[in-house]
C-alpha cells in the first residue's frame, strides 16, 4: 500500500500565500494540456464540447481517482496560443487561458463571459487550502449544492461540505449528511455548471460577505479539481452532470409504493401486526423496515433471537400479504469475539486503522466499534456478501445508516487511515463507498432481483448505487418545507431518488401537519413515514378516523398514479432529470420562481406543478409559470405567469397539470404485487401546444429490462389535428395493462372517454 504523501495539517500553518502564478510553459500530450508555473502546475481536459476539466495543484498525486466520474477525457484536442492566451474552443465553448498572470475564463462560442477567474485573485492557496476565487456577475443566482439548508437562491450565502451526523438540525444547519460540491451559476440569460471534484471538506461562498466582485470556492486539501459545464439550459447541464457521474437504475417498483418505518418495530410480531393492519384498512402499502433493534445486540448482520426468533418465517408471511422489508445496516461492527463479522474483520484486517496498524475503534450503538475500510474492495465484497444473512431469508432492501461516518462525539480522529488516505482526505465518500459496496453484493447475491439501498450518507455520483433519505428531520412545518428545499436541490446534483421522514422524525407532528405532510409524501419520489424512538405512532390509523380516511386517499392516489412515477424514474434513468423539479430547471430566469414565497414549488415528472402549503394555513399564493394550468382535483384553469390565490385544504393539496399535461395512471390497487383492473388511464388535459410523454413499463423487479424486455411507447397530444397518438410499443415486455381508456380533461365539448379499447401494441390514434 503506498502512503499517502499528502499531510493533514488541519488548519494551514502560516498562512503564507501561494499563488498560481505566471505560465512558464505548457505541454500537450494524452489528451491533457499541461501548463507549468513556479509554483503549481494545470492540467486541462476535454470530457466533451460543453465539459471541461481544469485540475491546479502544487503537487499532483500521480494516482488519481474519483469516485464521481465514470467517463474519460478526449484523446485530443486543439488549442491556438497568443502572447497573452491560450484559447481552447469547442463548438459549444471556449477556455481562453489567461498567461500572466494564470487565469481561467469560459465564454460561449459567442464570445460572452459565462465564468471567470476573479481578475485579481485567482487561484492560490494558504497552507494546503486551495481557494479559487471568482468573478461574481452581477444579478448571477446559484442553485445547486444537493442537500444544503437556505434558499434555493444560494446568493448570498456560504456552505460546508463536511459529512456530519445532524440530528435535531434546523432550516438553517450547515453542513448536514452529503457532499455534492456542484452548483449551477445562472447570470445574462445564460446558464454553467460547476463540479468541484475533491472529497476533501470544501467550501463554497456565493458572494457572503464578500464584495459584489467576489465568489470562491475550494477545499483544505487535494487539487483544484473542477468540471465546468457550458450547456445552454439547467436540464441540459444536469444531463451533463449525470452523463459524467453517471445515473441512477431503475429502481425495484415495490419501492415506489408507500413505505412504512419506525425506531423500531420491536419484534416479528409487530412489524406482522401492522402490515397485517394496513391490509385489514385497505391502506395501501408495499414496504416495511425494521430500523436497529431487530438485531442481536446492534451486531449487524444477527437477527435478535428472542423478538425476531424466525426471521423467514416472518419474510414468508409478509410476503404473503405483499409486503417486502427493509432492514437498517450500520457501519460499526462490535467489538466482540466470536461475532463473525468481528472475527473475519480482524483476521483479513479490513477495518479503518490509526498509522500505526491499530484498528480505530469509536462508539456507537453496540458500544466500541470498529469500521470497515470501504475504500478497499475486498473490503467492499466482504461486506457485501455477508448481506446473505439478510437476503437468505427475504429481506430485499438495505438501509445504510450512521455513515458519515457518525461515532458518539462526532469526532473520528484525523490521523485515522481509510485506504491509503486519512479520514480528512476520504470523509465525504465514506457513505457512498458503503452504499456502493451495499449495492454491488447484494445486486450478486439476489441473482436477477433489483435490491433497493437507502443511504444517510453521500457524494456525487452516490445516484448510480443508492436512493437516499435526508436524515433526522423534526416534526413541524418548517421542517416539511426544508424537506421539499432538500429534494428540490438534491435533484439538481443528479439524486432522484429522495426521501424525508414524513411527519418529522423528531417530535410529535400535530395530526393536521401529518395529514398535510403525507399529502407531499404523494408527490415525493419516495414515500416513507418514519419515527423516533419514544414518539408517539404514526401510522395512518393513528390520526382519528377523519384524517384516517384523508390519509388513506393520498395514499391511494399515490397508487394511481404509479404509471406516471414509473416512467418518470425511468426518464431520471435516461437523461439524469430529476422526478421532482425545482421550478428553476425549467423557468430559471423568471424572478417569482426564486421568490421566498414560491421557492418550494417543484415540478413532479413532466405534468404536474405542487405548491407545498403549512398546515395551518387553508388557501395559499402559488406562482403558476409560463404555460396555462388546471387544478388537478377539479380541473379548473388557470393562466400562467401569475399568482394565484387558491384553497389548500387538508383534503387538498395544490397540484396543478400543465395544460397539454398527459399522465398515466392506474386504479386503485393494494400493493405493486397486485394486477388492478388492467386498464390504462390515459389521461390529457388541453392545451394549444403539442405535447408527448414517454410511457414506459418493465416487470419492475427484474434486470431483465437490460435484455429489452420493456415496454416503451410515446404517447402524443397533438392540439392542431386534434389527436392522441400511441406509437408502436417497442421492447418484448407485455404491458400489464390489457385495455386503454382515455381521461379528456378541459376540452369543451367532449366528455370523458367512456369507451375502454384494447391497449395493442401497433400504433393507436384517437380523433378528438
Ligand atoms: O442514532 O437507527 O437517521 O432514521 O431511525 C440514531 C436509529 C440512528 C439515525 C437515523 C434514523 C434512525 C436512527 N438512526
Not at 157 to 182: I, R
Request: contains cysteine.
Amino acid at each position: 500500500m503506498p502512503l499517502s504523501t499528502f499531510i493533514y495539517s488541519g488548519y494551514p500553518t502560516g498562512m503564507n500565500l501561494e499563488i498560481a502564478g505566471n505560465v512558464q510553459g505548457f505541454k500537450q500530450q494524452d489528451g491533457i494540456l499541461t501548463i507549468k508555473t513556479a509554483e503549481a502546475e494545470a492540467r486541462v481536459y476535454i470530457y466533451s464540447p460543453t465539459i471541461i476539466r481544469v485540475s491546479i495543484s502544487k503537487n499532483f498525486n500521480p494516482d488519481d481517482p474519483s469516485f464521481a466520474v465514470i467517463r474519460q477525457p478526449l484523446a485530443d484536442f486543439d488549442f491556438d496560443e497568443s502572447s497573452v492566451n491560450i484559447d481552447i474552443t469547442t463548438p459549444a465553448l471556449r477556455l481562453s487561458i489567461q498567461k500572466s498572470p494564470l487565469r481561467f475564463n469560459f465564454f460561449t462560442a459567442g464570445g460572452i463571459s459565462l465564468s471567470e477567474d476573479d481578475a485579481r485573485f485567482g487561484t492560490n492557496w494558504q497552507g494546503e487550502r486551495v481557494i479559487c476565487y471568482r468573478r461574481l456577475f452581477e444579478g448571477e443566482r446559484f442553485i445547486g449544492l444537493g442537500e444544503k439548508t437556505g434558499n434555493l437562491d444560494r446568493r448570498g450565502a456560504a456552505y460546508v461540505n463536511w459529512n456530519t451526523d445532524a440530528p435535531n438540525h434546523t432550516p438553517e444547519s450547515d453542513p448536514l449528511y452529503k457532499t455534492f460540491p456542484f452548483f449551477i451559476g445562472l447570470h445574462s440569460g445564460l446558464t454553467y455548471g460547476l463540479f468541484l471534484d475533491n472529497t476533501h471538506k470544501s467550501y463554497f461562498d456565493f458572494g457572503a460577505s464578500t464584495d459584489e466582485e467576489t465568489s470562491w470556492f475550494g477545499a483544505d486539501g487535494g487539487d483544484l479539481n473542477y468540471y465546468f459545464f457550458g450547456a445552454q439550459g439547467v436540464a441540459k447541464i444536469i444531463e451533463d452532470y449525470t452523463w459524467l457521474t453517471g445515473r441512477m437504475e431503475m429502481p425495484p417498483l415495490w419501492s415506489l409504493g408507500y413505505q412504512q418505518c419506525r425506531w423500531s418495530y420491536m419484534s416479528a410480531d409487530e412489524v406482522l401486526n401492522i402490515a397485517q393492519t394496513f391490509r385489514k384498512k385497505q391502506i395501501p402499502a408495499d414496504v416495511m423496515y425494521c430500523d436497529i433493534d431487530y438485531m442481536d445486540d446492534f451486531k449487524i448482520f444477527t437477527w435478535n433471537k428472542k423478538t425476531f426468533p424466525k426471521p423467514k418465517q416472518m419474510l414468508d408471511k409478509l410476503k404473503e400479504m405483499d409486503f417486502r422489508l427493509v432492514t437498517i445496516v450500520d457501519p460499526g461492527i462490535k467489538v466482540e469475539e466470536g461475532y463473525k463479522e468481528y472475527d473475519e474483520g480482524i483476521e483479513q484486517d479490513y477495518f479503518a486503522k490509526y498509522p500505526d496498524g491499530e484498528n480505530y475503534t469509536g462508539y456507537v450503538w453496540p458500544g466500541r466499534c470498529h469500521f470497515p475500510d470501504f475504500f478497499r474492495e475486498e473490503v467492499r465484497e466482504w461486506w457485501g456478501a455477508a448481506f446473505t444473512a439478510l437476503t437468505q431469508p427475504g429481506v430485499e432492501g438495505f438501509w445504510n445508516d450512521m455513515n458519515e461516518p457518525a461515532a458518539w462525539g462526532q469526532n473520528i480522529p484525523w490521523i485515522v487511515k481509510f485506504g491509503d488516505k486519512f479520514m480528512p482526505e476520504v470523509r465525504n465518500a465514506y457513505g457512498m463507498q458503503m452504499a456502493r459496496a451495499t449495492y454491488d453484493g447484494t445486486r450478486k447475491i439476489m441473482g436477477n432481483k433489483r435490491p433497493f439501498v437507502l443511504t444517510r450518507a453521500a457524494y456525487s455520483g452516490t445516484q448510480r448505487y443508492s436512493a437516499v433519505w435526508t436524515g433526522d428531520n423534526t416534526g413541524t412545518d418548517a421542517h416539511m418545507l426544508l424537506g421539499q428545499r432538500l429534494v428540490n436541490s438534491l435533484g439538481i446534483t443528479g439524486m432522484s431518488f429522495i426521501g424525508v421522514d414524513i411527519g418529522g422524525f423528531s417530535g410529535n407532528p400535530t395530526s393536521e401537519l401529518m395529514v398535510r405532510w403525507n399529502s407531499l409524501g404523494v408527490y415525493t419520489p419516495m414515500f416513507r413515514n418514519h419515527a423516533i424512538q419514544g414518539s408517539k405512532m404514526r401510522e395512518p390509523w393513528e390520526w382519528g378516523k377523519g384524517n384516517e380516511q384523508i390519509i388513506k386517499k393520498d395514499i391511494e392516489q399515490r397508487y394511481k398514479i404509479l404509471p406516471y412515477l414509473y416512467s418518470s424514474f425511468y426518464q431520471s434513468t435516461q437523461t439524469g432529470l430529476p422526478v421532482s423539479r425545482t421550478l428553476a430547471i425549467e423557468h430559471s430566469f423568471d424572478g417569482n420562481v426564486f421568490d421566498e414565497r414560491f421557492q418550494n414549488e417543484f415540478m413532479f415528472g413532466d405534468a404536474m406543478l405542487v405548491a407545498p402549503v403549512e398546515s395551518t394555513k387553508l388557501t395559499e399564493d402559488v406562482y403558476l409559470p409560463r404555460g396555462s394550468w388546471y387544478r388537478l382535483s377539479s380541473d379548473r384553469f388557470y393562466e400562467g405567469e401569475q399568482i394565484v390565490n387558491v384553497q389548500a385544504p387538508l383534503t387538498d393539496l395544490p397540484v396543478f397539470v400543465r395544460a397539454g399535461g398527459i399522465i398515466p395512471m392506474q386504479s386503485v390497487v393494494q400493493s405493486t404485487n397486485e394486477k388492478g383492473d388492467g386498464i390504462l388511464q390515459v389521461h390529457v388535459w388541453n392545451g394549444r401546444e403539442a405535447n408527448s410523454f414517454v410511457y414506459y413499463e418493465d416487470d419492475g423487479v427484474s434486470y431483465d429490462y437490460e435484455q429489452d424486455i420493456y415496454y416503451k411507447r410515446t404517447i402524443a397530444f397533438n392540439p392542431i389535428e386534434k389527436t392522441i397518438n400511441l406509437s408502436s410499443v417497442e421492447g418484448s415486455f407485455k404491458s400489464r395493462f390489457m385495455q386503454l381508456r382515455f381521461v379528456l380533461h378541459g376540452f369543451d365539448g367532449v366528455k370523458l372517454q367512456e369507451e375502454i379499447i384494447e391497449n395493442k401494441s401497433g400504433e393507436i390514434e384517437v380523433k378528438l
